[in-house]
């Protein structure tokens, strides 16, 4: 089923696709969407909202998309089954559908472990490949995951998420085979920063035949400094920085450090146009949207097609 | 077995303040393997709790037993003869113990001395792990004999996430990546390809704890 995804829509003409996301802020102010809406404007085919990114309380990504639907933006809703079973998912989804998303992002999320209330019980009733296969049921099969009929099916465009870089790596492409097995028909990877291990995961994709039942769409973070790229490399749980990354902005005065990691990210961008099977970008600049533009722009990836 | 650790002697020293002769209760069956509840530690408690009383200027009188089973009944009424002339019934079987004391001896509290923890083994001397979460509809038979609902910290069905790192659990270095396991396993017995592939359907979680308060009734047993 085609759905009204302008996302769908960039990758059906074969255009080279931009996503973005925007973390939710700590609070009720719609603004800050608003803000990080206008730093994406016109460069981005669909922008992420993320669902309590890191187990920490952000608005929704439900409410946070709307916001950025009133501007004008396609929103990708992300959906992490950390928080809700079964019943409340499925029940978003309907509202997602019902309010106008046309997108959805499909994940298990960050362990509460990491967040700001470590003491929560988490859900997992189902799994992301398991909400994968519930988003597609309800929206191909007009049924619930009990096999009642609903409705009015949502039409949403399915994502899911890939991390080329956890171990054990024989098995990431294999992993990747099960969501789209079971349903996705975009991928968001996790940030890349080792662009050979990359390619190595993309070969087995291609081998594979994947790139051509799902949309892959490769994802790149600037590094705003050493210090930043220290971080998510021995910090942040499936994350690979190689130390030629960290050793070329420690090459540079501290104050061009930021200026260098927007480098480093468009010329991964760059590469990976290049590589076969890459549909496009997800540029995560985070809590940094407003050089989303100046990479978008270095990249040669603007002005975003009109479908 | 079901493995239970002691809670901090000063939280049952609290937890004690109020009465002056109480029935310190083990039980012989998994706390006493875990080493958490059996006689032995019974005689530790009790001992470590008069001390603490003493200490403090008032006395404490501690009638130690140690029953066969504390989830049996007919143990539990082993010591209907004398509980009524205590105060309180210091349990330190699992929470299965407390609560058959507190529903047999309706008139005395039934005080926790444990704390239960998981169905598990133990690894080496003196350390135990987790195995079992008893969702009351086994699968282990499609996943190498390694139950991902425990192991995994997602419970996911079609792991590993994306956290999985040198065959480490994302949530501690401590913890072993339960997906790791399930892939090596299924490798090691040569079904990894049927098995792995596989889309893993949704769980049906309404015979594990979520269906309500479980019970199993056997009428080949039954009287």
Redesign the interface.
Known sequence: MKTESRLEKVLEKGAFAVTSECGPPRGADPDVIREKGKLLKGVVDAANITDCQTSVVRMSSLASCLILKEMGFDPILQMVTRDRNRIAIQSDILGAAALGINNMLCLSGDHQRFGDHPQAKNVYDIDSIQLIMAVKKMRDEGKFLNDQELTKPPRLFIGAAANPFADPFEIRALRLAKKVAAGAQFIQTQCIFNLDRFAEWMREVVDMGLHERVAILAGVTPLKSVGMGKYMKNLVPGMDVPDEVIERLKGVEKEKQSAEGIKICIESIQRLKEMEGVRGVHIMAIEWEEKVKEIAEGAGLLPRPKV | MIVAEAKPIEDVIAMIDRYDKIILAGCKECVAVCAAGGEKEVQLLASALKTARKTAGREIEIREVTLERQCDPEYVEGIRGFAGDYQAILSIACGVGVQYMAEHYKTIPALPGLNTSFMGGSIEQGVWSERCQGCGQCILHLTGGICPITRC???????????????KC???KEIE?GW?LI?DRLKTLGEFEAR??E?????D?STSRDGGQRKIVREDLKQ
């Open positions: 910290s997602k419970s996911l069905f079609n792991g590993p996430c994306g956290g999985s790192s040198d065959g994302e949530v501690d990546c790791q892939i792995f592939t889309l893993f359907p949704l769980k979680w």
